[in-house]
């Protein structure tokens, strides 16, 4: 079974950093697509970034574009979003998902729908503030 674990959340000032993990424990993550997500209070889940398996095809939000930054480690097993110059408006629990059958566009275009993905995290909270 496959499970999912998210670290490095936390509280940081505006303009600073966070790198966020995602580990993964009970399958390899090589031939899924990976996916991160955040909500914040009120609002809906909102598709942050994507990267491909085999290849590593990115996309991101618009709004985190030039910011944030996916990558995957698969020796580690883990994907990681690094977010730089981060805002208030960053301020959300970010979770890590994973979709079993990736189309073959998956991630090309756009960050897929959250309906895409088979296994979620149990997320991590990101506080941006001063």
């Known amino acids: 079974q496959l499970q999912l674990a998210e670290s490095g959340g936390g509280l940081v000032q505006p303009g600073g950093s966070l790198r966020l993990s995602c580990a993964a424990s009970g399958v390899t993550l090589d031939y899924y697509g990976i996916g991160w997500f955040r909500q914040a209070p009120g609002k809906e889940r909102e598709g942050v970034s994507c990267i491909s398996s085999i290849g590593g095809t990115t996309n991101y939000a618009d709004s985190v574009k030039g910011r944030f930054t996916i990558s995957r480690d698969y020796a580690k097993n883990t994907v990681y979003l690094q977010m730089n110059s981060l805002k208030p408006e960053d301020t959300a629990v970010y979770y890590c998902?994973?979709?079993?059958?990736?189309?073959?566009?998956?991630?090309?275009?756009?960050?897929?729908?959250?309906?895409?993905?088979?296994?979620w995290g149990q997320g991590t909270q990101v506080t941006v503030s001063s």
């Open positions: 998902a994973v979709a079993v059958f990736p189309t073959y566009s998956y991630c090309s275009d756009y960050v897929p729908a959250a309906n895409t993905y088979d296994y």
